[in-house]
């Protein structure tokens, strides 16, 4: 599969984030009229450098067609900080 000027970063304020390789590549679903892919990996630094921001995209194609239907959804994975309920209670 080739994607041609299809660009995806985000800009933190530590910097840009760009897709790093998906790790994880299965095609979940493939007939003769479509199929569907799955790519699960991390948006890393410039230098490549693994950030919290995981990707999780599913790309569905029909036969025929030159158009893909794509679903991205971005999770940051690092831990939150909670707080003690008793520490901003008036």
């Not at 490549?48 to 030159?66: C, E, F, I, N």
Request: hydrophobic share 40%.
């Amino acid at each position: 599969m080739v994607i041609n000027e299809a660009v995806v970063s985000l800009v933190l304020d530590s910097g840009r984030l760009h897709p790093l390789p998906a790790e994880k590549m299965e095609t979940e679903d493939k007939g003769p009229l479509h199929a569907t892919v799955h790519l699960l990996g991390w948006f890393g630094d410039e230098g490549g450098k693994k950030s919290p921001m995981q990707y999780d995209l599913r790309a569905h194609m029909v036969a025929g067609s030159t158009r893909a239907n794509l679903l991205l959804t971005i999770t940051n994975m690092q831990p939150r900080n909670k707080a003690d309920a008793r520490s901003v209670s008036p």
